[in-house]
């Protein structure tokens, strides 16, 4: 069932999630990603808190939180895709000044997949997964396009992840490319996501002409 089908399943399964309780969540994400990519520490202000530390960090506890908050926000928009990419490209364009670049995506998102999975357990289904890594595609696709339009910064090189070489991240790449296929073939799009994407381009065009 692809998107926007899944929309109440998302959302749905993100309301458990916060009866989880969002820091503790987001700490593991983090946990998640730093086990995936250890490197990617380096980019984060909480990168001198030594390991014992480091998930106790009121830094890091912070960080996961907003974070977490603002995944919240994305699913509450899912549904009005026109509003939504605009504020993902926003994000991408911001993160282009922390050193993040396209490859740190497909990491983040295994970390919320496995993050996900831990949390619901059972009720992480085979479907409900592959509705998260479609949806994930969209916004790290989103998120990329917006940073793709500002210069990368001169001092990307600390951001480099040191990925586990056994790390599988197959499904989110292929979501990735999927988005990414929803604006260079329009045929690839859903109908429903086709005419939000076109509407908000138009307006986007609107307020720079």
């Not at 059972?122 to 793709?148: C, H, Q, R």
């Not at 292929?174 to 690839?188: G, I, K, L, V």
Request: glycine share 8%; with cysteine.
């Amino acid at each position: 069932m692809p998107f926007p089908d899944t929309i109440p399943e998302l959302r749905s399964s993100w309301s458990a999630v916060e009866g989880l309780g969002l820091e503790a969540v987001g700490v593991l994400f983090f946990k998640r990603i730093f086990e995936i990519a250890p490197g990617a520490l380096e980019l984060f202000s909480f990168r001198d808190v030594t390991a014992p530390e480091l998930y106790e960090s009121a830094k890091l506890k912070s960080h996961a939180l907003k974070v977490m908050n603002t995944v919240g926000v994305a699913v509450s928009m899912l549904d009005d895709v026109p509003a939504l990419l605009p504020v993902l490209e926003g994000l991408g364009k911001k993160h282009v000044d922390y050193g993040v670049v396209p490859a740190h995506y497909e990491v983040v998102g295994q970390a919320l997949l496995d993050t996900l999975a831990l949390g619901l357990g059972d009720a992480f289904t085979p479907e409900l997964k592959a509705a998260w890594a479609e949806i994930y595609g969209v916004v790290s696709s989103t998120m990329i396009k917006g940073a793709n339009k500002v210069p990368a910064p001169a001092h990307t090189e600390h951001g480099s992840y040191a990925t586990h070489s056994g790390a599988d991240l197959g499904a989110i790449k292929d979501s990735q490319a999927n988005a990414e296929s929803w604006y260079t073939s329009p045929d690839c799009m859903p109908q429903s996501v086709r005419s939000c994407v076109s509407r908000s381009e138009e307006r986007s065009e609107e307020h720079t002409s």
